[in-house]
């Protein structure tokens, strides 16, 4: 059953300090874009009754360079990626992968925090991140902590955050060699993806795959039989090994590892 808006209770600010600040003094849930909370709150299934709005907080919005990384505000929406003349150069791996992300409106309203806290091992940005060894900032009233994200999460969208913490930032390290992303899904718009993966071609491969567990996932074996010269077929024989997919509403665990071979197989034939 939906949940009656009039019965939450929402604070906004446009202030980060503010918005740490009632984060550790009070029990809400972060509200960014709200495309994820609102599909919870639609269905009857969240059981928060407290947010934070932190829509206005601009701070958290800006993309940059700060020393040699590419630092992306927490609130930075999809459209705002895709604009982004320093995304485009430094990490069009994401551009790719945000103009894939639902449709117009989801572009204009989703947040990469959003799409990274929310934490669902289907989430478009992640492998992204992960084959891009990004880090994730997290900032409470007390204190600031960088977690690669490899290491960000625990098990299915359980993550290391405290309640009293944001995303503020990913830190995005120099990608040295040839990005790919590829999402396959129900079809091309609007659909979660049944195998998401990303991957950087240099003299150390690195592949990041989405939906093929609990949490995004790197595979480091098979990027190993792939830096060492392996060719594909040893290395895609690597993965079988490496990866368990699972059978679910969306996919079946054997779909998914033959697209996800295939994926691999692709990745290694365009970034040759
Ligand atoms: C029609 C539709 C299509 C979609 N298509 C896709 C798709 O193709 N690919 C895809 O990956 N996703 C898709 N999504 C999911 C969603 O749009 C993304 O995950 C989006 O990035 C979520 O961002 P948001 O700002 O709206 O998050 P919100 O809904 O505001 O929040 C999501 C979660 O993150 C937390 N949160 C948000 N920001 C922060 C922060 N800065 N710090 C700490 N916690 C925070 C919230 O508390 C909440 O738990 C779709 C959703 C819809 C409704």
Do not use: H
């Amino acid at each position: 059953m939906r949940t009656a808006v009039s019965e939450l209770d929402l604070r906004s600010t446009a202030s980060l300090d503010d918005a740490l600040r009632i984060l550790r003094d009070e029990r809400r849930t972060p509200l960014a874009g709200a495309t994820d909370l609102y599909v919870g709150l639609n269905f009857g299934t969240l059981p928060q009754r407290a947010f934070l709005d932190i829509w206005a907080v601009d701070e958290l919005r800006g993309v940059a360079e700060r020393g040699d990384a590419l630092v992306l505000g927490a609130l930075a929406t999809y459209t705002s990626l895709i604009r982004s003349p320093l995304v485009q150069r430094r990490l069009p791996m994401l551009v790719e992968a945000a103009r894939q992300v639902g449709g117009v409106q989801i572009q204009n309203r989703g947040t990469i925090g959003g799409n990274i806290a929310n934490g669902s091992p289907a989430g478009d940005s992640l492998p992204v991140f992960a084959a891009a060894d990004a880090v994730i900032v997290l900032r409470s009233a007390d204190s600031e902590r960088r977690i690669p994200i490899t290491e960000y999460y625990t098990g299915y969208r359980a993550t290391v955050m405290r309640p009293d913490e944001l995303i503020v930032a990913i830190e995005v390290p120099p990608v040295e060699g040839r990005q790919w992303f590829r999402k396959v899904g129900t079809r091309a718009a609007q659909a979660i993806s049944k195998i998401v993966v990303a991957g950087v071609r240099s003299a150390k491969p690195s592949v990041a795959y989405g939906s093929v567990a609990p949490t995004v996932v790197r595979v480091p074996r098979t990027e190993e039989a792939l830096a060492a010269g392996a060719g594909i077929d040893a290395a895609v024989s690597v993965l079988e090994t490496e990866i368990k997919p699972i059978d679910d509403i969306r996919s079946t665990a054997e779909y998914r590892l033959r697209v996800a071979t295939n994926l691999l197989r692709r990745f290694w034939a365009e970034t040759a």
